[in-house]
């Protein structure tokens, strides 16, 4: 700690302040996600919800958020899989195909196997209704509203999604499309401001990335080097 508290005062005396933090800003994992094709559209009404049932019904895995936007996520054995960040802290959450999440900071319990682990040949892209390959899932908007973050804990892989704007925001899971909307104010009764929607298609490479088994969440450690438990 004391190594380290030297090195990161001497890199302050070096750099200066404001190009050490514009460094540290660089290498923050959402800051290289490419920009996506987001359409602007008139709002309507909300889609109708999903009815595919989830495939499975064992949880192996479990994702623990905390408050300040740290992401852990654990087997069953307590070894953690991952640990990750948001830009922000914790907002709103859903699930698998936009089931909305009450208390995001309960143990949220996942399972080990689901759609996405199959491939690009698994996925859907010719049916009506996209949303059961989403299967597994899980969606975060933070306060900071500049990113959706998608965590997929049966590969322990995140992707980040840049938002389109705007301020309040929330997520509508339709069949063919992601859609991001701005609420009016809080409790008032009037329409949404703005809506942006995304066709899922438009996900493919983001889906592709989550489907893949993240090498450094298999390393199971040895005696010793062993791998992190709660």
């Known amino acids: 700690m004391r190594l380290a508290a030297l090195f990161l005062s001497g890199a302050i005396g070096l ?5 050490l933090l ?5 290498t923050l994992p959402w800051r290289a996600a490419p920009a996506l094709p987001w359409q602007m559209e008139e709002p309507g009404p909300p889609p109708a919800p ?9 949880f192996g895995l479990t994702v623990h958020l905390a408050r ?7 087997d069953q054995k307590g070894l953690i899989r991952l640990r990750a960040g948001l830009p922000g802290r914790v907002r709103k959450a859903w699930r698998d195909w936009g089931v909305p999440i009450a208390d995001p900071f309960a ?3 996942f399972p080990e196997h689901s759609p996405l682990q199959r491939g690009i040949g698994a996925l859907p892209v010719g049916s009506l209704d996209f949303r059961p390959a989403l ?13 959706l973050t998608v965590i997929y804990p049966a590969t322990a892989q995140v992707v980040y999604l840049p938002l389109p704007g705007g301020q309040d925001l929330d997520l509508a899971f339709g069949p063919d499309r992601l859609a991001v909307v701005e609420d009016g104010p809080a409790g008032s009764a009037q329409p949404p401001e703005a809506t942006w929607s995304l066709h899922w298609l438009a996900l493919l490479p983001e889906f592709i990335q989550l489907g893949k088994e993240n090498a450094s969440a298999l390393h199971r450690g040895t005696a010793l080097e062993p791998f992190p438990k709660d």
């Not at 750099?15 to 190009?19: D, T």
């Not at 999903?50 to 499975?56: F, I, L, V």
């Not at 300040?68 to 654990?74: E, F, I, Q, S």
């Open 15 to 19: 750099l200066g302040p404001q190009a």
């Open 22 to 26: 514009a460094q540290v800003s660089s």
């Open 50 to 58: 999903c009815t595919a049932s989830p495939t499975q019904t064992s």
């Open 68 to 74: 300040d936007g740290a992401v852990r996520l654990t």
């Open 107 to 109: 143990p949220l319990p």
């Open 135 to 147: 299967e597994g899932l899980l969606w975060i908007l933070d306060d900071d509203e500049s990113y």
